[in-house]
């Protein structure tokens, strides 16, 4: 089974180790055996190469993130600066950053310079979408940036306490929810070019429902990456995979804060 509905831990290796390092750990005992989600434990690494730690992951991610933030800064300020369009930072963000998240995904090693551009693309992306809402709804910026981050630590805390544990049964609830969610996004888009609304975007209550169910699902699937990353730790994966593990949260995050910005809109409309 896979560990995660995120694309980004599709080519964890098969090694592992003894599994010895502390985690973002759910209790010691409520882990479950070694054949585990991913299936990657087996030989120790012959690399030669640290393995991971918590530290790896934790740091990486906030480099990631600190990026992001910085871009993502700039890239609002232009915006409502009126010096550039939104237009003109969003797109070849939005593109940039897809281009480079593909190639994270199929590539076999991961590259912290790969990921840190792709966070920096993404932060120009976002920032200039946030630079077109704080205009509109002044003082969104920060409420989706404090929700996005309320619920990651929400979220970490639930899967460090052991209140939801990452079972076989929530995975697989977890992956068919966000598939669905894509699909009907998907759907909602297609049909809008030919005229048809499904309710889905337009700031009335189904729509509202529709986010809320979005946000959930993916609130949720950072428990899948925090339990992505913990199997990397424990099965003694090369210290370089922590930047996989912050590539993997932080498309989460994007996605997430997206959401809670449209999210937000909504109530501001009314």
Do not use: C, H
Not at 122 to 134: H, K, N, Q, Y
Not at 163 to 179: E, F
Not at 243 to 262: D, H, N, P, Q, S
Request: glycine share 12%; aromatic share 12%; charged share 10%.
């Amino acid at each position: 089974m896979r560990t995660t509905s995120n694309p980004a831990f599709r080519n964890l290796p098969t090694g592992g180790g003894s599994g010895n390092y502390a985690g973002f750990g759910q209790p010691y005992g409520q882990q479950y055996p070694p054949q585990q989600y991913g299936g990657y434990q087996g030989a120790p690494p012959t690399t030669g190469e640290r393995p991971i730690t918590i530290d790896d992951v934790v740091t990486k991610t906030a480099t990631t993130l600190g990026v992001a933030l910085v871009t993502g800064f700039v890239s609002a300020w232009l915006v409502l600066s009126g010096q550039i369009a939104p237009f003109a930072l969003a797109v070849p963000g939005m593109l940039v950053g897809l281009v480079l998240a593909l190639v994270i995904i199929f590539k076999r090693t991961p590259s912290g310079p790969m990921v840190l551009a792709y966070s920096a693309a993404e932060g120009v992306f976002l920032g200039a979408i946030t630079g077109v809402f704080e205009a509109i709804f002044p003082g969104i910026a920060w409420q989706a940036i404090l929700g996005t981050f309320g619920v990651f630590g929400a979220m970490l805390v639930v899967y460090k306490t052991g209140a939801i544990r990452v079972t076989p049964r929530l995975t697989k609830w977890i992956i068919g929810a966000t598939v669905g969610v894509v699909v009907l996004m998907l759907g909602n888009l297609l049909l809008g070019l030919f005229g048809v609304n499904m309710g889905l975007r337009d700031g009335g209550t189904l729509a509202i429902v529709f986010s809320l169910v979005v946000i959930g699902i993916a609130a949720f699937s950072f428990l899948l990456d925090f339990e992505a990353a913990n199997e990397m730790i424990r099965s003694a994966l090369p210290a370089k995979y922590a930047w996989l593990a912050a590539f993997g949260l932080m498309t989460t995050l994007v996605w997430l804060y997206l959401e809670i910005l449209r999210l937000l809109s909504y109530f501001q409309n009314d």
